[in-house]
Each structure stands twice: as C-alpha cells, then as structure tokens.
C-alpha cells in the first residue's frame, strides 16, 4: 500500500455513490419524518440550531448568507443527488446554521435527528468516506470560486463568467447560447436572483450579451465587448478549462 501512486489511492477508496437521501434510505425511513414546503418557504433560518440534518427526495433549494447590511450571498443549489442541508454544521461540531436556506420549488424532504445520523455516519466507515469526499469537494469548489470573484462586483463576475463560457463553448457558429437559468447564475456566481437580473439588463443593454427568449446569447461581437470592459478595468483572471 505505501508504494502506491496517489492516483491509485484515490481510485482505491473512491466510492460512486453520493451521500444523498438515497444512500441512507433505510436508515430515513426508519429514523426519520417526509416533510414538505411549499415553493418560496424558507427551509433554514441563518444562525438557528442545528436540530435536524435534511435530506432532499424531491425539488432544489438555495442557500444564501445574509449579512447585516442586508446584501445577500448566494453560494450552493442543492438537489436530491447531492441534497443534505444541515450536514456541514453537524460535522463540523458548528451549533449554528451557517446559512438559510430557501425553497426555489415545491420540496419533499426527509428530516432525521442530528444525533442519529451523525453517529450513523461515525459507525460506518463507507458513510464517512462518502461524507468527506462531499464535504472535501464542496470546500474546493468554493475556494476556487471565492478566490477567483473576491471583490468583485457582480457584472463584472458576469463578465468574467460569460467570457469563459464562450471560451468553452464556441464553435464554427458565431453565437453561443447559455443553457443556464437565472438561480444556476446566482449560485455559480454568488450573487442573489435580483442581482443576477439586473446584471443581465445592464449587459443587454450596453450590448456585451444578448437576450432571447429568456436564454443568454452571446456573439464574437458580444465577447470582444466584454472582453474590453475587464481589461478596461483592470480586471484580470485564467480562463477555465
């Protein structure tokens, strides 16, 4: 084992299952209560207890940081492939939820006592690597994105974020469509749904996008627009591949 390449580590104890509702199933319907809210309820309020781990069967919540001034931060969808909320805290030995959390459609969940199920997830050493592995997963994702949108105004992560997609996704046509709707930009660029509305006028209007049929469209002409107003600003960052 200590001669093996880290890459054959990480195949070793890769796991494809995703700690979700559907990993611990049986474990929820013997422990646990289907709960349902409707769309727009809030789930989680920021600050609270940590009473209860949720765990998502059916439809997509939002969670959001809200600070004093009243901005908020939208960082993470979820669904019922990766859907727990409350996890994070529990783990963590946290006694307050680090987010609220917000229903963007009808949601069926299951709500399983905190200390059940981390005990659970302490006695099962299959659980325990699942949980790290999201956990380890999530925190990169964040990093990597806070780190590349720290101080950033919103139009212009907007900027940044089409630029790459054009980047990315450009072929012989000259437009490219972006096959997202408005709560995956809020969550991918960590601002709220308002923002990422108003975002999107300010760039129709000053032409750096286009949209069509509530769909972003973005032309060579569009991308050179935007690609002018960074680097006009001084704005500078790698391109993902």
Known sequence: MTNMKLTQLWQYYQSDNLFNYA??????????EM????????LIEQGGYPEFVYFIVKGLVVGKKIYRNGNEF?????DNKAGNIG?????????????????????????????????????????????VALLANDLYEVSN?????????????????????????????DRVAVDKKQREFSAELGISIRTVDRVIKELTKTKEIQYVNRKVMITAT???????????KGVSWTIKN
């Open 87 to 131: 996890l994070l805290e529990v783990l963590a030995h946290q006694v307050h939820y680090a987010a609220a959390v917000e229903c963007l459609t009808d949601v069926t969940l299951v709500k399983v006592p905190a200390p059940l199920i981390y005990q659970k997830i302490m006695e099962d050493p299959v659980l325990l690597r699942e949980c």
């Open 222 to 232: 569009n991308y050179q627009r935007m690609m002018a107003n960074l680097t006009n």
């Open 74 to 78: 939208t960082y993470f969808l979820a």
């Open 35 to 42: 709960v349902q809210f409707s769309k727009g309820r809030q």
């Open 23 to 32: 990993s611990v199933r049986p474990f929820l319907e013997e422990y646990g």
């Open 145 to 173: 994105k806070e780190g590349r949108f720290y101080r950033l105004r919103g139009i212009d992560r907007a900027r940044i974020y089409f630029v790459e997609y054009y980047e990315n996704n450009r072929s012989d046509e």
